[in-house]
């Protein structure tokens, strides 16, 4: 898979993670900024801002959260994209 199309895999699958009946799921259409994806939850309100990011098998590469992540509150989804996990990782105050 070419590197440029691994971001749009990793989003793809971290919306299909992401996808219940509780929920309605909103993309980042541009594909730039500090949100891939964000969910309402329809029943509390409840919003949640996550940054998609593909993940390799051999190892885990760790992303660094920017300051505007860190104020939103921004949680980081891992995707392996050849095993089809995920992790979350949450910034800790």
């Known amino acids: 898979m070419k590197y440029y199309n691994k ?7 971290a919306m ?6 509780d929920h309605l799921i909103f993309s980042n259409t541009q ?3 500090p949100i891939d994806i ?12 996550y940054d998609a ?8 590469k760790k992303r660094s959260f920017t300051e505007i992540q ?3 509150g921004v949680k980081h989804i891992y995707i392996n994209l050849r095993k089809k996990t995920f992790r979350l990782k949450e910034f800790k105050k």
């Open 7 to 13: 971001g749009i895999a990793a989003h793809l699958i």
């Open 38 to 49: 964000v969910t309402v939850n329809i029943k509390t309100g409840k919003v949640d801002f």
């Open 31 to 33: 594909g730039i900024g």
């Open 70 to 72: 860190k104020r939103l």
């Open 16 to 21: 299909l993670e992401l996808l219940d009946d």
């Open 53 to 60: 990011k593909s993940d390799r098998e051999s190892r885990h």
